[in-house]
């Protein structure tokens, strides 16, 4: 969050109501193949921040992935469940790290890897822990769902128009909570 932050600070002019989240990395028109990088709008340190703070993440979230399935006293099936969805998740951060908004249809499907499954593991994760958290997760989890939709059609129609997919805080709106989430389950593991 806080790599977020700090890259939306330095970035010149940027606001929820104008700029996607991944415009952090490289600003780029909406496209099925990779843009030149003279069409791509990148403004530093703000894409440095952006970038490693998700690769990042995307690692940590794998490798947590991985820890959760090998250690976890939950369920043996939510156990596998969760741990797929999360590593899935990060395996999408990573992607979003790397390849930015440039490189076109592989940017957008690992942005949805994380904001699909991001959520899901949450609401999924419900059932290893006990009330209130449990219905905290779920509605972590369906706040960051409901705002895909937007996301989705808004990508689908400016890859049709060739226009740059204007979801500007929908993108925040999935991964916040998302994060949120991935803060109070780490600290239940822990804790366990």
Not at 126 to 142: A, D, H, Q, T
Not at 150 to 174: H, K, R
């Given at each position: 969050?806080?790599?977020?932050?700090?890259?939306?600070?330095?970035?010149?002019?940027?606001?929820?109501?104008?700029?996607?989240?991944?415009?952090?990395?490289?600003?780029?028109?909406?496209?099925?193949?990779?843009?030149?990088?003279?069409?791509?709008?990148?403004?530093?340190?703000?894409?440095?921040?952006?970038?490693?703070?998700?690769?990042?993440?995307?690692?940590?979230?794998?490798?947590?992935?991985?820890?959760?399935?090998?250690d976890s006293q939950a369920h043996i099936v939510l156990r596998n469940w969760v741990s797929k969805i999360v590593f899935?998740?990060?395996?999408?951060?990573?992607?979003?790290?790397?390849?930015?908004?440039?490189?076109?249809?592989?940017?957008?499907?690992?942005?949805?890897?994380?904001?699909?499954?991001?959520?899901?593991?949450?609401?999924?994760?419900?059932?290893?822990?006990k009330p209130p958290l449990r219905y905290l997760f779920i509605i972590l989890g369906l706040i960051s769902l409901a705002?895909?939709?937007i996301v989705i059609v808004d990508i689908m129609n400016a890859l049709s128009t060739y226009t740059i997919a204007q979801?500007?805080?929908?993108?925040?709106?999935?991964?916040?909570?998302?994060?949120?989430?991935?803060?109070?389950?780490?600290?239940?593991?822990?804790?366990?």
């Amino acid at each position: 969050m806080l790599g977020f932050v700090a890259a939306e600070a330095l970035y010149p002019g940027y606001t929820l109501s104008s700029n996607k989240l991944s415009d952090l990395g490289a600003m780029a028109p909406v496209s099925i193949a990779p843009v030149p990088a003279s069409d791509a709008l990148v403004h530093q340190p703000s894409s440095l921040i952006f970038n490693s703070t998700v690769f990042l993440a995307g690692v940590f979230i794998v490798t947590a992935s991985l820890l959760f399935r090998r250690d976890s006293q939950a369920h043996i099936v939510l156990r596998n469940w969760v741990s797929k969805i999360v590593f899935l998740a990060g395996v999408g951060a990573v992607v979003v790290g790397l390849l930015t908004e440039q490189m076109g249809m592989i940017h957008y499907v690992g942005a949805m890897l994380v904001f699909v499954l991001g959520p899901l593991a949450a609401v999924v994760s419900s059932r290893s822990v006990k009330p209130p958290l449990r219905y905290l997760f779920i509605i972590l989890g369906l706040i960051s769902l409901a705002f895909v939709p937007i996301v989705i059609v808004d990508i689908m129609n400016a890859l049709s128009t060739y226009t740059i997919a204007q979801t500007a805080g929908a993108e925040n709106m999935i991964v916040y909570p998302f994060l949120l989430w991935m803060l109070a389950f780490g600290t239940c593991l822990m804790k366990d």
